[in-house]
């Protein structure tokens, strides 16, 4: 593994791979490829650092190995086994594999998994008469393969575990919403990080502090207190410390007001213990509110994740009705943006959408939609300009 310039594939949630690039590009990396749930981008190791502690929007940061082709097991064994896995590690290390994709052959991840993990094991008994261990929590290095087809990309995984895992959260409430995807639906929603920002369904706070992470410039996986590269053999911690050092010079000074509410008490006790365990006493202010009961001022920033397909005391369709006739009247003169599941009711709302971005919260296809709250109709605004 040496210093220069190398292929990398930062992973991420489908739709937010344009945001991802977008990072990428402004992070300073080469040869920017958008694909499929991914970005390919070309750097060197200081690079690789840099991306793992600053991008938003990446689940993992790969950097490919070697590729190859197998039609069955035996070959896929054969392929890892005289592969020379000691330039990576070595037997007192530990290691991890994860695999991905799909194929007809290897229908199993897990199988998959497991051959590789036997094939590097039989590849360090064989050369030195003793093997490494597996060690699915930390390990030394962790192997990512992946699978289409007959085609196999193993990769080192360079984040070890997942980077939405920022290191700040010590508390959390039924289906929180995921941090990656927090931060890509506020990058995604334009904020111009100067106007005042509010979740008036706030939960255990995570929307809030990726927007004060974002409005001050704060690297993403400040909190995070390892990453998969720690464990690699060239890792170089005075260079890690130079990059990490950097990074949080470039902080700025933000002079909203980002502010959120919630109606459960439980859940405002969970989002201030995220927010002091992120330092973020002084930037977020929470209180509790009911949103149908809320008022927001005029010029800010509103994103939010109401409930879906959960069960409620009214039905869906006309809660969904009574956040349309609370935007209507309580939110005007904001830019509203709110993301569901539940594409039929979103009708109900019964305000037309000034845009609409399709995204997906795990495996539910969802609606990130924009809606600019006029003061007064629309009409009369338009008249008077």
Wanted: proline share 3%.
């Amino acid at each position: 593994m040496n210093d220069q310039n190398y292929k990398m594939v930062a992973t991420t949630m489908l739709g937010l791979e344009e945001v991802l690039a977008e990072e990428l590009k402004k992070l300073g990396a080469q040869h920017i490829n958008i694909l499929n749930r991914a970005v390919e981008f070309v750097g060197d190791k200081g690079f690789m650092y840099k991306a793992n502690l600053n991008l938003r929007t990446a689940i993992r940061i790969l950097k490919p190995i070697f590729e190859f082709k197998a039609r069955n097991e035996k070959d896929l064994y054969r392929k890892i086994y005289y592969h020379n896995w000691e330039q990576y590690f070595g037997v007192d290390d530990t290691f991890a594999i994860q695999s991905s994709g799909k194929s007809e052959i290897f229908s199993h991840s897990k199988y998959t998994a497991l051959k590789t993990k036997d094939a590097i094991v039989d590849f360090f008994r064989d050369t030195y008469g003793k093997r490494p261990n597996v060690n699915l929590e930390y390990p030394n290095v962790q192997i990512n393969i992946h699978v289409r087809e007959n085609k196999f990309t193993v990769s080192l995984d360079s984040s070890g575990y997942s980077l939405h895992k920022r290191g700040y959260k010590v508390s959390t409430i039924d289906a929180p919403i995921n941090e990656v995807l927090a931060a890509g639906l506020i990058l995604l929603s334009d904020w111009n990080q100067i106007s005042n920002f509010h979740d008036p369904m706030c939960g255990s706070g995570t929307i809030l502090i990726e927007a004060a992470m974002i409005a001050n410039n704060i690297p993403a996986n400040i909190f995070r207190k390892r990453f998969g590269f720690e464990g690699w053999k060239n890792f170089d911690s005075d260079l890690w410390e130079k990059i990490r050092d950097v990074s949080l010079e470039k902080e700025k000074k933000y002079y909203g007001i980002i502010s959120g509410s919630d109606k459960f008490q439980k859940s405002l006790r969970s989002c201030r213990a995220n927010i002091n365990n992120a330092l973020m006493r002084d930037q977020i202010k929470v209180k509790i509110e009911d949103f149908f009961e809320s008022n927001i001022k005029p010029n800010t920033h509103v994103i939010f994740n109401p409930p879906y397909g959960e069960r409620m005391p009214i039905s869906i369709n006309e809660y969904y009705q009574k956040i349309g006739d609370t935007l209507k009247h309580n939110y005007q003169g904001t830019s509203v943006w709110l993301i569901s599941s539940d594409l039929e009711n979103l009708k109900m709302i019964g305000l037309r959408p000034s845009k609409k971005i399709k995204v997906f919260n795990g495996k539910l296809e969802c609606r990130f939609l924009r809606f600019d709250i006029y003061e007064g109709s629309k009409k009369s605004k338009q008249k008077s300009l």
